[in-house]
C-alpha cells in the first residue's frame, strides 16, 4: 500500500483546509484508515480514524478529543481518496500531517504511511 497526502498549507486562525490521502497499490484489505500529526518537540498523535464496513465503504471510527467537531473524517470507498476536512483551525493544529493504513496481510496486520503534509495555523 502506497499513501499520498495533499492539502496541506498555511492558513490563518478560524479558517479551513481539507487533506486528502490517495492509497494505491494493494488496497482491498485496508481495515482502517487515519489521520495522525506530529507537531515539532511532540510525539505523533492521533487525529482521526475510519473503519472499512464492507463493499468498500468507510465510516468515521474515532476522533481525538481536541477534535471537538471541528474536523470529519470521509472516504467514500476503496477507490477514492480519504479526506480531512477541517475547520475553524486554531494555531495549536499546526503539525505535520499523516495519512495511515492497516492492511491485513498474511503475517498480521501491517500499518502503511505517508510522507505526511505541512499545515500551519497563523495567529
Known amino acids: 500500500v502506497q499513501l499520498a497526502e495533499s492539502g496541506g498549507g498555511l492558513v490563518q486562525a478560524g479558517g479551513s483546509l481539507r487533506l486528502s490521502c490517495a492509497a494505491s497499490?494493494?488496497?482491498?484489505?485496508?481495515?482502517?484508515m487515519g489521520w495522525y500529526r506530529q507537531a515539532p518537540g511532540k510525539q505523533r498523535e492521533m487525529v482521526a480514524t475510519?473503519?472499512?464496513?464492507?463493499?468498500?465503504?468507510?465510516?468515521?471510527?474515532s476522533y481525538a478529543e481536541f477534535v471537538s467537531g471541528r474536523f470529519t473524517i470521509a472516504r467514500d470507498n476503496d477507490r477514492t481518496p480519504m479526506y480531512l476536512q477541517m475547520s475553524r483551525l486554531k494555531p495549536d493544529d499546526t503539525a505535520v500531517y499523516f495519512c495511515?493504513?492497516?492492511?491485513?496481510?498474511?503475517?498480521?496486520?501491517?500499518?502503511?504511511w505517508g510522507q505526511g503534509t505541512q499545515v500551519t495555523v497563523s495567529s
Open positions: 495511515n493504513a492497516r492492511a491485513a496481510t498474511t503475517s498480521g496486520p501491517r500499518d502503511y
Open positions: 497499490g494493494t488496497t482491498g484489505n485496508i481495515m482502517v
Open positions: 475510519a473503519r472499512a464496513r464492507g463493499g468498500g465503504r468507510f465510516t468515521a471510527n
